[in-house]
């Protein structure tokens, strides 16, 4: 019996040293200061549309004050939120380590084209959502004239985007018209012709027949006399002088 009730009483004063123990430390670490923001951004985004220190600022300001600031004050889920609303960010992450740094690591949206409507201008990211234009950096994207019905909007970004991440196409396409019908006409950097898509589907198909006819024809010094490029049929590509 008393072997049984030290037992009990050593694993009480143990539980009461681990919950000091803890709460001194939580405590301790609550108490510490952030004395600097570290700002990363995802790889391969050299080309920033906000810069660090507009990140900087952001955190800064809702933080409470400026640095240095106890570490308790400092809400980091409010800040992810804050940096993820921001038009130019795609997703954030904010972390702070027991060094008294403060750190963001900044991932930006991608914009695929750049979309001119008669009162505005705006990019269209990989999402398909508006992205404000930039001061601090303009992207090279195909410059889209005319506007697509919402219900079929998942076509046009699916196109936009299948321009954008192939490497080729993204330096060849320069201009997409949307026509009132829905179809689309598309611009070439170097040539005068005009690529007739028409509407947004079986896109793949369409470009990939695209690709071949142009790889082929640029050895052809005909190219230059062609007017237009029909790729409206999956099978074959069409092309009037």
Not at 89 to 116: M, Y
Request: hydrophobic letters at 40%.
């Amino acid at each position: 019996m008393k072997r049984f009730n030290w037992q009990n009483i050593r694993l009480v004063l143990i539980a009461f040293a681990m919950v000091f123990l803890y709460s001194f430390a939580s405590k301790r670490n609550q108490n510490r200061l952030i004395t600097d923001i570290n700002i990363s951004f995802a790889v391969g985004q050299d080309n920033l549309f906000i810069t660090h220190e507009m990140v900087n600022n952001l955190l800064i300001q809702n933080c409470g004050g400026a640095l240095p600031i106890k570490k308790y004050r400092v809400d980091l889920n409010t800040l992810e939120s804050v940096l993820d609303d921001h038009e130019m960010i795609e997703k954030a992450q904010v972390f702070s380590s027991i060094d008294g740094s403060l750190s963001a690591h900044i991932k930006q949206k991608t914009p695929t084209v750049r979309l001119l409507s008669a009162n505005t201008s705006y990019y269209v990211d990989s999402k398909g959502t508006k992205m404000p234009l930039s001061d601090n950096f303009s992207a090279r994207v195909p410059l889209v004239v005319g506007e697509f019905p919402d219900e079929e909007k998942e076509n046009y970004v699916f196109l936009f985007n299948e321009i954008n991440k192939d490497d080729f196409l993204k330096k060849n396409i320069t201009g997409i018209k949307i026509l009132p019908s829905g179809g689309v006409i598309m611009t070439n950097r170097n040539y005068d012709f005009k690529i007739v898509l028409g509407k947004p589907i079986h896109v793949e198909q369409k470009l990939k027949n695209y690709k071949a006819f142009f790889l082929h024809a640029v050895k052809d010094t005909l190219i230059k006399e062609y007017k237009e490029v029909n790729l409206m049929f999956e099978e074959q590509v069409v092309c009037k002088k």
